[in-house]
């Protein structure tokens, strides 16, 4: 019971950063109806500034809040700059244009500050509580998640800013006709999922180690909890995440076939079997269009 319980915990604990990553991946999807596959290598980048920060003797929630800062404006000017002039083109154009922005990052990261692997401090600490079940950092990955994302619900609930972006995303032309600036909307966001990407970074670079090529697996559980919590519902990405954390770790535990080197095939599957059952994803909406 007592190893149930630690792989529980342990699997909440990274379930919050593939809920970050989720709640990332469809704030951008409602945006502009596409994946951002360049979002783990856009999370990788500003971890890599945080660490630049943090060695430049900058203390460490100062860095922490200055890299969510500067990913926000990142994150808007990659809209207005790149996204902007290729409304209404097709969705190839796009996609071609994520695969060109997660090459950038990634070969950008590597190019200023090598692909060799960093360690990235935790403020919390590496002592263990719960009776070992859990360590502090994994506990403070939690409570900085769900403050978050309780930051997140009340500005998207009871300000008139957040308002706007809701209804910007949900009927774009009915937003318009209210006088909603709906390309700023869509904006901010970009600049929100690109914050959102940079706290997951900085969670999880502590305990993957800070290189290049880190997000690739956390993006793809970040897809696998989008999918399963449904593309067109925020809360069921951040659902979809802490239940993706808690499967892939279970089963990396209890399934002798599956063990730590095959738990990401955990994710694909996820992501084909929600697909094959379920496509608009357990608390997502279908979408029906006129022909």
């Avoid at 700059?81 to 950038?104: D, E, K, N, T, Y």
């Avoid at 209210?178 to 929100?192: D, K, N, Q, S, Y």
């Avoid at 209890?254 to 094959?276: D, M, N, Q, R």
Wanted: overall charge positive.
């Amino acid at each position: 019971m007592e190893l149930l319980l630690q792989q529980i915990l342990s699997g909440l604990a990274t379930g919050t950063i593939y809920a970050c990553m989720a709640l990332a991946v469809v704030m951008i999807y409602q945006a502009i109806g596409h994946l951002n596959f360049a979002q783990g290598e856009m999370a990788t980048f500003s971890t890599f500034v945080a660490w630049q920060l943090l060695a430049w003797g900058v203390p460490y929630w100062a860095a922490f809040v200055l890299t969510i800062a500067l990913s926000f404006v990142a994150g808007v000017l990659i809209e207005r700059v790149v996204f902007r002039p290729l409304h209404g083109a097709p969705a190839l154009s796009h996609i071609v244009v994520f695969i060109a922005l997660l090459a950038i990052f990634n070969n950008g990261a590597g190019f200023i500050w090598d692909f060799t692997i960093k360690s990235f401090p935790s403020p919390f600490g590496q002592t263990t509580m719960f009776g070992s079940m859990l360590n502090a950092h994994q506990a403070g990955m939690i409570v900085c998640t769900l403050v978050m994302l309780v930051l997140l619900y009340l500005f998207f609930s009871r300000t008139r800013l957040g308002l706007a972006m809701r209804a910007a995303a949900a009927n774009p032309e009915s937003a318009r006709l209210v006088g909603i600036r709906v390309g700023w909307m869509i904006a901010l966001g970009w600049g929100l999922a690109s914050a959102i990407g940079a706290v997951a970074g900085m969670l999880i670079a502590p305990i993957i180690f800070l290189e290049p090529n880190m997000m690739l697996g956390v993006l793809l559980y970040g897809f696998a909890g989008a999918v399963l919590g449904g593309l067109t519902s925020p809360v069921g990405a951040v659902v979809g995440g802490l239940v993706v954390g808690v499967v892939e770790n279970l089963a990396g535990t209890y399934v002798p076939v599956v063990g730590s080197e095959l738990k990401l095939t955990i994710a694909l599957s996820l992501i084909i079997l929600v697909l094959i059952f379920k496509p608009s994803g357990l608390f997502g909406r279908a979408v029906a269009k006129r022909v």
